[in-house]
């Protein structure tokens, strides 16, 4: 059994990747930035009947949370921890239906089996304790020492339970995916079409070609488009919003705060402060823990002002502050060189700068932060009794009305929000939002109206039909042009003289694979899959239309891997195939086995208790 169990391992953890972040023992009770500590709702979460605790949730919040913060050095926004919530509440899913399909089909864990994973494959939050790590890398002989040391017989007790339940649901997905086969044909197939090359020249007509100002819909054009193509615009439920913001724009004495802080930084600098140690304890940007160390760069990478101060300093130079759209700035020049790099398919030498920096940000400070919130939550109020418009004008604020928007799309003026997007289709007509906050703004939003799913009207899709219909149009030329080309070429006509004639471009590619970027058509499938189409050296190719033109294709050769090495390679194409045909069959079964569970998320109710809302 544990020799099965062993070889399952390693694909089953990674499908459990995707959801799975264990709690940390030695941290249960500690309560990073809990977002909801008790309530009257007994749960958080209840799932087929099953109450999972407020306790269980805060904890398996706290981990990711915690693990979000050590991942990056910009702050936690609320969005972020928003979107947090919501990944504590899919892995709390995740875990309470794998352990009732444990409990369903009677799964156990033995004693041998338990003692066998925790020895060969030990867990990844054991892994990260430091008393089983050496420089901060995981130390398998301490770990192995501790395991036989009568010593931590209380602290193994106490880790028994939870690794003995991780294993059972390992157990359950082990059971899930056991069908998945390979078949030794597969594996032939992959390591052909891994390693089989094809070179090619190519007739090309794209898009350049045809499109441009001159290109243009009449509104006749567009109607009788959409009359032919209803069914492309078929949009689910959509919604439409009043939006009334603030936005996060940092006041001039914010400004001046910032400059004011860095100058003090500057002046310790000009008077022996070690630049790299300043900008460790002082920079607010991720190049901090380097000292500031930018690399190399180019012309025109950074921000015009940084760009413009980068190109024209010395080698060991250090700038006075200057400002950015990103805040206040000190420059350390490092030098210049000249390398080697390719523009446009040609070689040329391109000089780069290599500088360290300090940064302060510049945000809008808390106390304009509090005005902006107080106005809102004043405006909210006014149009709660009086109406949005009233409400606006009242308060000197500006409503802004969105364009329709589907579930979990962007909102227009808002972004990307999945707590206002979950408002507004939780919310009927008239409704309005409490004051809500995004990385660039404060906003309240009212919902205007609610859409049904079903084809929309003309004037709803007329952006889009005119974009389709444009498309269509170039395609349709860049097809018909190469298919001249192609009839020219089947008189006898050369591919390099059917491409003058017809103006469009002949090129002779690099080789390539059925999974690698192509010179001049990308990753295109329906181009790369004709080129590999291809038999014999000299055969030419129909016209095939992909996502930026036509493309005629003549093999000039093609290269097939050597079947000595399939034995070498094998193991890990098999490897990747019963992988991948695991984490897809895994994938439906938990989906599936997801949509047939009744869950009850009560986080939203507690926060309208927290709202009164």
């Given at each position: 059994?544990?020799?099965?169990?062993?070889?399952?391992?390693?694909?089953?953890?990674?499908?459990?990747?995707?959801?799975?972040?264990?709690?940390?023992?030695?941290?249960?009770?500690?309560?990073?930035?809990?977002?909801?500590?008790?309530?009257?709702?007994?749960?958080?979460?209840?799932?087929?009947?099953?109450?999972?605790?407020?306790?269980?949730?805060?904890?398996?919040?706290?981990?990711?949370?915690?693990?979000?913060?050590?991942?990056?050095?910009?702050?936690?926004?609320?969005?972020?921890?928003?979107?947090?919530?919501?990944?504590?509440?899919?892995?709390?899913?995740?875990?309470?239906?794998?352990?009732?399909?444990?409990?369903?089909?009677?799964?156990?864990?033995?004693?041998?089996?338990?003692?066998?994973?925790?020895?060969?494959?030990?867990?990844?939050?054991?892994?990260?304790?430091?008393?089983?790590?050496?420089?901060?890398?995981?130390?398998?002989?301490?770990?192995?020492?501790?395991?036989?040391?009568?010593?931590?017989?209380?602290?193994?007790?106490?880790?028994?339970?939870?690794?003995?339940?991780?294993?059972?649901?390992?157990?359950?997905?082990?059971?899930?995916?056991?069908?998945?086969?390979?078949?030794?044909?597969?594996?032939?197939?992959?390591?052909?079409?891994?390693?089989?090359?094809?070179?090619?020249?190519?007739?090309?007509?794209?898009?350049?070609?045809?499109?441009?100002?001159?290109?243009?819909?009449?509104?006749?054009?567009?109607?009788?488009?959409?009359?032919?193509?209803?069914?492309?615009?078929?949009?689910?439920?959509?919604?439409?919003?009043?939006?009334?913001?603030?936005?996060?724009?940092?006041?001039?004495?914010?400004?001046?705060?910032?400059?004011?802080?860095?100058?003090?930084?500057?002046?310790?600098?000009?008077?022996?402060?070690?630049?790299?140690?300043?900008?460790?304890?002082?920079?607010?940007?991720?190049?901090?823990?380097?000292?500031?160390?930018?690399?190399?760069?180019?012309?025109?990478?950074?921000?015009?002002?940084?760009?413009?101060?980068?190109?024209?300093?010395?080698?060991?130079?250090?700038?006075?502050?200057?400002?950015?759209?990103?805040?206040?700035?000190?420059?350390?020049?490092?030098?210049?060189?000249?390398?080697?790099?390719?523009?446009?398919?040609?070689?040329?030498?391109?000089?780069?700068?290599?500088?360290s920096h300090i940064l302060v940000r510049v945000t809008m400070g808390r106390e304009a932060l509090d005005l902006a919130f107080k106005k809102?939550?004043?405006?909210?109020?006014?149009?709660?009794?009086?109406?949005?418009?009233?409400?606006?004008?009242?308060?000197?604020?500006?409503?802004?009305?969105?364009?329709?928007?589907?579930?979990?799309?962007?909102?227009?003026?808002?972004?990307?929000?999945?707590?206002?997007?979950?408002?507004?289709?939780?919310?009927?007509?008239?409704?309005?939002?409490?004051?809500?906050?995004?990385?660039?703004?404060?906003?309240?939003?009212?919902?205007?109206?609610?859409?049904?799913?079903?084809?929309?009207?003309?004037?709803?899709?007329?952006?889009?039909?005119?974009?389709?219909?444009?498309?269509?149009?170039?395609?349709?030329?860049?097809?018909?042009?190469?298919?001249?080309?192609l009839n020219a070429i089947s008189g006898g006509m050369s591919l390099q003289d059917a491409a003058k004639r017809y103006n469009a471009k002949?090129?002779?590619?690099?080789?390539?694979?059925?999974?690698?970027?192509?010179?001049?058509?990308?990753?295109?499938?329906?181009?790369?899959?004709?080129?590999?189409?291809?038999?014999?050296?000299?055969?030419?190719s129909k016209v095939v239309d992909y996502d930026q033109g036509s493309v005629i294709y003549r093999l000039i050769s093609r290269t097939s891997?050597?079947?000595?090495?399939?034995?070498?390679?094998?193991?890990?194409?098999?490897?990747?195939?019963?992988?991948?045909?695991?984490?897809?069959?895994?994938?439906?079964?938990?989906?599936?086995?997801?949509?047939?569970?009744?869950?009850?998320?009560?986080?939203?109710?507690?926060?309208?208790?927290?709202?009164?809302?």
């Amino acid at each position: 059994m544990f020799e099965k169990m062993r070889k399952m391992i390693v694909p089953i953890i990674i499908t459990v990747l995707v959801f799975f972040v264990a709690m940390i023992i030695l941290e249960w009770g500690l309560d990073f930035t809990s977002r909801t500590n008790g309530s009257s709702t007994n749960a958080a979460v209840v799932v087929n009947g099953e109450e999972i605790s407020w306790q269980a949730y805060n904890q398996t919040y706290n981990n990711m949370y915690r693990q979000q913060s050590e991942q990056s050095d910009a702050e936690v926004t609320e969005a972020m921890e928003k979107q947090i919530q919501a990944s504590a509440v899919e892995q709390i899913v995740f875990e309470a239906i794998l352990e009732q399909e444990a409990r369903k089909h009677n799964i156990v864990v033995s004693d041998d089996e338990l003692y066998a994973f925790m020895r060969y494959s030990p867990p990844a939050d054991l892994q990260r304790i430091p008393e089983f790590q050496t420089s901060g890398q995981f130390d398998y002989q301490k770990y192995m020492a501790a395991m036989a040391n009568p010593q931590y017989q209380q602290f193994w007790a106490q880790a028994e339970p939870f690794v003995r339940a991780d294993l059972k649901k390992y157990k359950v997905q082990e059971m899930v995916v056991e069908g998945a086969q390979v078949t030794e044909a597969e594996v032939k197939d992959k390591f052909v079409s891994d390693l089989e090359m094809v070179k090619v020249s190519a007739l090309i007509v794209g898009y350049d070609r045809f499109s441009g100002p001159n290109m243009t819909n009449s509104d006749a054009e567009q109607r009788a488009w959409f009359e032919q193509n209803k069914e492309k615009y078929k949009l689910g439920e959509r919604g439409v919003c009043d939006v009334v913001l603030i936005e996060k724009k940092p006041t001039d004495a914010d400004w001046q705060s910032g400059q004011d802080k860095l100058k003090v930084v500057y002046d310790s600098i000009k008077t022996g402060a070690d630049f790299a140690e300043m900008a460790k304890r002082y920079s607010e940007d991720g190049s901090a823990q380097s000292g500031g160390d930018l690399g190399w760069f180019p012309v025109g990478q950074m921000v015009a002002e940084f760009n413009q101060r980068a190109f024209s300093m010395k080698e060991g130079e250090i700038s006075e502050p200057f400002r950015t759209q990103f805040g206040w700035h000190i420059i350390k020049h490092q030098g210049y060189r000249e390398q080697e790099t390719t523009v446009a398919g040609r070689k040329t030498m391109q000089k780069q700068a290599h500088c360290s920096h300090i940064l302060v940000r510049v945000t809008m400070g808390r106390e304009a932060l509090d005005l902006a919130f107080k106005k809102l939550d004043s405006y909210r109020e006014s149009a709660l009794k009086n109406g949005v418009a009233k409400a606006a004008a009242d308060a000197s604020l500006e409503v802004r009305r969105t364009e329709p928007f589907q579930k979990n799309r962007n909102i227009q003026w808002v972004g990307t929000d999945p707590r206002a997007n979950e408002w507004v289709f939780s919310n009927k007509p008239g409704s309005v939002s409490d004051v809500m906050e995004n990385n660039s703004s404060i906003f309240v939003i009212a919902v205007a109206e609610r859409r049904p799913a079903g084809v929309v009207e003309f004037t709803e899709a007329q952006k889009k039909v005119d974009q389709d219909l444009l498309v269509h149009k170039v395609s349709t030329l860049c097809h018909d042009t190469a298919q001249a080309a192609l009839n020219a070429i089947s008189g006898g006509m050369s591919l390099q003289d059917a491409a003058k004639r017809y103006n469009a471009k002949y090129e002779e590619l690099d080789e390539f694979g059925r999974t690698t970027y192509v010179q001049k058509v990308h990753n295109d499938p329906a181009a790369i899959g004709a080129a590999f189409a291809l038999a014999t050296p000299g055969q030419t190719s129909k016209v095939v239309d992909y996502d930026q033109g036509s493309v005629i294709y003549r093999l000039i050769s093609r290269t097939s891997p050597e079947l000595t090495e399939y034995n070498a390679k094998r193991d890990s194409l098999y490897n990747v195939i019963i992988t991948s045909k695991r984490q897809e069959l895994f994938g439906r079964w938990f989906e599936n086995m997801k949509k047939a569970s009744k869950i009850e998320n009560n986080l939203a109710k507690v926060e309208e208790q927290a709202t009164g809302s």
